[in-house]
Nanobody, 118 residues
Framework: QVQLVESGGGLVQAGGSLRLSCAASGSIFSINTMGWYRQAPGKQRELIAT???????NYGDSVKGRFTISRDNAKNTVYLQMNSLKPEDTAVYYC????????????WGQGTQVTVSS
């Protein structure tokens, strides 16, 4: 069984920074794309950033230039460095990964709350 466990969320003032981590564990054969999404109350889940196993990144327009995604393939871990945080960044942040166990499948973490105060 595969688990994605996020950490690093919390409360921060506008203009501050946070770093999220997401570690995948279990009977993992391989991991392809890993990413971060967020969902604010009353809104749809939104793409924040993705990164392939080769390091190619993709960012949502709302976070370009402020957030940086990275990964450590040896640790099966993806990170999200969030700088210049704004109140509108407040949401539950979810980790996602395409993981091969017996077959490729899509996995989600439980979510971590990020709250940015003005």
């Amino acid at each position: 069984q595969v688990q994605l466990v996020e950490s690093g969320g919390g409360l921060v003032q506008a203009g501050g920074s946070l770093r999220l981590s997401c570690a995948a564990s279990g009977s993992i054969f391989s991991i392809n794309t890993m990413g971060w999404y967020r969902q604010a109350p009353g809104k749809q889940r939104e793409l924040i950033a993705t990164i392939t196993s080769g390091g190619k990144t993709n960012y949502g327009d709302s976070v370009k230039g402020r957030f940086t995604i990275s990964r450590d393939n040896a640790k099966n871990t993806v990170y999200l460095q969030m700088n210049s945080l704004k109140p509108e960044d407040t949401a539950v942040y979810y980790c996602n990964a395409e993981i091969a166990v017996a077959v490729w499948d899509d996995y989600w973490g439980q979510g971590t709350q990020v709250t940015v105060s003005s």
